[in-house]
């Protein structure tokens, strides 16, 4: 297989540009660095892209080495013959290698194994034949295999056992597995049975055919199937198929074997073909399912970690609880923690009054302008009681609600206990609660990507494939964003190009003996921080103190020259930088020719577009441009819902059929997949993406399964 042209083709790239960015790879460059500054040789491809086409160069890459592998085996047993070779060089599934190998992989005792034991292949071979008549007969032929030392006892196992031959030999077919697979795959129905009480009843009488059945069905039936909640089928088109397989096997209509033929091809395919294909078809159902989960899951992991900061607040945050009370941590504007206290204004000690004296204190002595409440237990109470007490006194503060996800899993984690030793557990939380909204990307690198929770089904994924996606996703992110070296946690750093945890760890561990890193080059001074290590991370990180502006842009050292001659070229300063005077860069550019510019600089197109922007805005964050976090002053319940309401929401979830919209009431509504627009979406994240402010229409409340039913059709839009 010509790996390079099948990338070029599956991703409708050009030869030379697969080319180019798979050695980009092969160097050991990261993705990041490749998507942010190689951006002339991969002809501007972005991360996603280029994790795509990664994963399927591993794939492609892996059904080579497969095949190499067969071959050998295949070899080594003196069967390798020019066909089979060439079988094996078109193969482009690891099924399909796999499928060629099955004649020749040794296999355990099996009826078609024990008969050729007893001698009984010949008589196999005589059936395939297919004479238009036999003397003597099959029958009596047979009688020449009884041989009760060797267990064949009469003529009837001899011919039984010659079909069990016949039978094994369909089943190890390549070609014939791979169009019973098709016709399967094609008219194949998956169903499911199930009784009693569970979150399964829709599926307890349920079929839809294989190809039909969208993802989000195949892993809740699987997962339904697993909890022993539904009996599931897989009806194939068997008539079709013994159809195909008898006329691909009886080539002598009339012959007296043909049929002995079609009872080993019905045996076959019933005992040994049709079993094999559901688990195949089955297998890659699930894998396929799973792949959307974890893209969905990903894209929503993105777009949460890309929120926009609220920065420039102190922040209370606010951990709710029942008995233990509720836990509050007060932090500045950069996030350092200010005080902490413990309220019980929820059950049983309800103690509104003194929690309100609390919480008014500390708004008052650390000029609080916003209260973060994580949503867990007793977050509604909580909600209550902050609404309330906002109301009762003159500062202006708002509260929001913010998503406790894996917000208990970093205050119970080393990280947690290593950055709050004297803190309990959910102190902690309170303080993640508050960091979350200041800066939601920094706190949320600290917890585990799968506890963050904004997928469908991330439990049932295979563990290392969910892992490494969410994974990249977070290095993405961090990357896009870029970090202050001065300030950014190891847990952050790690994330970075080119530094992993131990040399994260290393730098935070230099910051602290030497002081503040004072130019991007001063890394180079850290253990394990080699020149690869250097190009690969350096410009992402920023250092806002340094003597050199271009330090704190996302210009890579490597254009620093390019980019001070930009400035000359047109007359400006570093210090021009640094005063914000480049607004005009990019149209003195456009005049003076683009193309031009970037020849007499030396440099390509792509690479001086990016210098311009970040020369117009030092320092700048790209969540910036992204609408703020929804605040609130005022509370409703489910019970002041009315159908036919407007009201403004945040997306909190996206999944196959739909969005969850946090409306204010505690309980995320669902805009199901056709109340997201007028036209026909195929999938909610067309429309809608976690972190979007919303507006919606209630269209139906159910109080006693606490549903919302909610829609965007016809509802006027915020403009982003």
């Given at each position: 297989m010509d790996i390079i042209e099948a990338l070029a083709k599956e991703f409708s790239l050009k030869r030379d540009q697969v080319e180019r960015t798979v050695a980009l790879i092969d160097e050991g460059n990261t993705i990041p660095f490749i998507a942010r500054y190689r951006k002339e040789v991969t002809g501007s491809l972005d991360d996603t892209v280029l994790r795509d086409l990664d994963d399927r160069l591993t794939y492609l890459r892996n059904i080579e080495k497969r095949k190499e592998e067969v071959k050998s085996l295949i070899a080594a047993q003196e069967k390798l013959t020019p066909e089979i070779e060439a079988a094996i060089d078109a193969a482009t599934t690891i099924t399909e290698v796999d499928d060629i190998y099955r004649p020749y992989r040794p296999k355990r005792k099996t009826r078609a194994s024990v008969a050729r034991e007893r001698g009984l292949e010949p008589?196999?071979?005589?059936?395939?034949?297919?004479?238009?008549?036999?003397?003597?007969?099959?029958?009596?032929?047979?009688?020449?295999?009884?041989?009760?030392e060797k267990g064949v006892e009469n003529a009837q196992a001899a011919l039984a056992g010659a079909m069990d031959i016949i039978a094994e030999d369909v089943s190890d077919n390549a070609d014939f597995r791979k169009t019973i697979r098709a016709l399967t795959w094609d008219d194949g129905v998956l169903g499911s049975t199930g009784s009693g009480d569970s979150v399964y009843t829709q599926y307890y009488e349920y079929a839809e055919k294989l190809k039909k059945i969208p993802g989000h069905r195949i892993l809740a039936i699987n997962r339904g199937e697993k909890e022993e909640f539904l009996k599931v089928t897989l009806t194939a088109p068997r008539e079709l198929i013994l159809k195909y397989l008898g006329k691909k096997l009886v080539t002598n209509p009339g012959s007296p074997a043909e049929k002995y033929i079609r009872a080993a091809?019905?045996?076959?395919?019933?005992?040994?073909?049709?079993?094999?294909?559901?688990?195949?078809?089955?297998?890659?159902?699930?894998?396929?399912?799973?792949?959307?989960?974890i893209?969905?899951?990903?894209?929503?992991?993105?777009?949460?970690?890309?929120?926009?900061?609220?920065?420039?607040?102190?922040?209370?945050?606010?951990?709710?609880?029942?008995?233990?009370?509720?836990?509050?941590a007060v932090v500045d504007k950069t996030g350092k923690v200010l005080d902490t206290a413990v309220i019980y204004p929820t059950k049983p000690q309800e103690r509104i009054e003194e929690s309100g004296r609390v919480v008014t204190k500390l708004i008052r002595k650390y000029g609080v302008?916003?209260?973060?409440?994580?949503?867990?237990?007793?977050?509604?109470?909580?909600?209550?009681?902050?609404?309330?007490?906002?109301?009762s006194i003159p500062e202006d503060v708002k509260y929001i609600m913010v998503s406790e996800a894996g917000a208990s899993v970093y205050s119970a984690s080393k990280l947690g206990a290593d950055e709050f030793p004297d803190f309990d557990v959910t102190q902690r939380s309170a303080v993640s609660i508050a960091r979350r909204l200041q800066d939601p990307l920094a706190e949320l690198v600290k917890i585990d990507p799968k506890s963050i929770g904004v997928g469908q089904y991330q439990h049932d994924m295979k563990p290392a494939r969910l892992d490494g996606a969410l994974t990249s996703v977070v290095e993405d992110c961090v990357n896009a964003v870029g970090?202050?070296?001065?300030?950014?946690?190891?847990?952050?750093?790690?994330?970075?190009?080119?530094?992993?945890?131990?040399?994260?760890?290393?730098?935070?561990?230099?910051?602290?003996?030497?002081?503040?890193?004072?130019?991007?080059?001063?890394?180079?001074?850290?253990?394990?921080i080699g020149a690869?290590?250097?190009?690969?991370?350096?410009?992402?990180?920023?250092?806002?103190?340094?003597?050199?502006?271009?330090?704190?842009?996302?210009?890579?050292?490597?254009?620093?020259?390019?980019?001070?001659?930009?400035?000359?070229?047109?007359?400006?300063?570093?210090?021009?930088?640094?005063?914000?005077?480049?607004?005009?860069l990019s149209e003195k550019v456009k005049i003076k020719g683009t193309d031009k510019v970037a020849e007499k600089l030396g440099i390509g197109e792509p690479t001086l577009m990016d210098i311009i922007g970040e020369l117009e805005k030092p320092g700048r964050d790209v969540r910036d441009s992204l609408p703020p976090p929804e605040l609130r002053d005022d509370i409703l319940d489910m019970n002041d819902l009315?159908?036919?309401?407007?009201?403004?929401?945040?997306?909190?979830?996206?999944?196959?059929?739909?969005?969850?919209?946090?409306?204010?009431?505690?309980?995320?509504?669902?805009?199901?997949?056709?109340?997201?627009?007028?036209r026909f979406v195929k999938h909610p994240s067309e429309v809608v993406s976690v972190g979007d402010i919303v507006n919606v229409k209630i269209l139906g409340v159910d109080l006693q399964k606490k549903k919302i039913s909610l829609s965007m059709k016809g509802v006027k839009q915020k403009q982003s």
């Open positions: 008589l196999a071979e005589l059936i395939m034949a297919q004479e238009t008549s036999y003397s003597p007969t099959l029958e009596e032929t047979a009688e020449s295999y009884v041989d009760s091809v019905e045996d076959g395919y019933d005992r040994l073909i049709a079993p094999s294909v559901e688990r195949e078809i089955r297998n890659d159902m699930f894998d396929s399912a799973s792949e959307g989960a893209k969905l899951f990903a894209d929503n992991l993105r777009h949460l970690l890309m929120a926009s900061p609220l920065k420039g607040k102190t922040v209370l945050g606010y951990d709710p609880g029942y008995r233990t009370g509720c836990k509050l302008n916003v209260v973060a409440i994580g949503n867990g237990t007793a977050s509604k109470e909580s909600e209550i009681f902050i609404a309330n007490l906002l109301k970090i202050d070296l001065n300030t950014a946690s190891h847990s952050l750093l790690a994330y970075i190009s080119g530094i992993n945890a131990t040399s994260a760890k290393n730098i935070v561990k230099y910051r602290e003996e030497n002081g503040e890193f004072t130019s991007r080059a001063q890394i180079l001074k850290v253990p394990k690869k290590a250097f190009e690969q991370c350096a410009g992402f990180l920023r250092v806002p103190g340094s003597g050199e502006i271009l330090d704190n842009t996302g210009v890579h050292p490597e254009s620093y020259e390019a980019a001070k001659a930009l400035l000359d070229m047109f007359g400006y300063t570093e210090e021009d930088v640094k005063a914000g005077k480049l607004t005009l009315k159908e036919g309401m407007i009201l403004t929401g945040t997306v909190r979830n996206v999944i196959d059929f739909g969005a969850f919209v946090d409306i204010g009431v505690h309980q995320d509504g669902l805009v199901h997949v056709s109340q997201l627009s007028e």
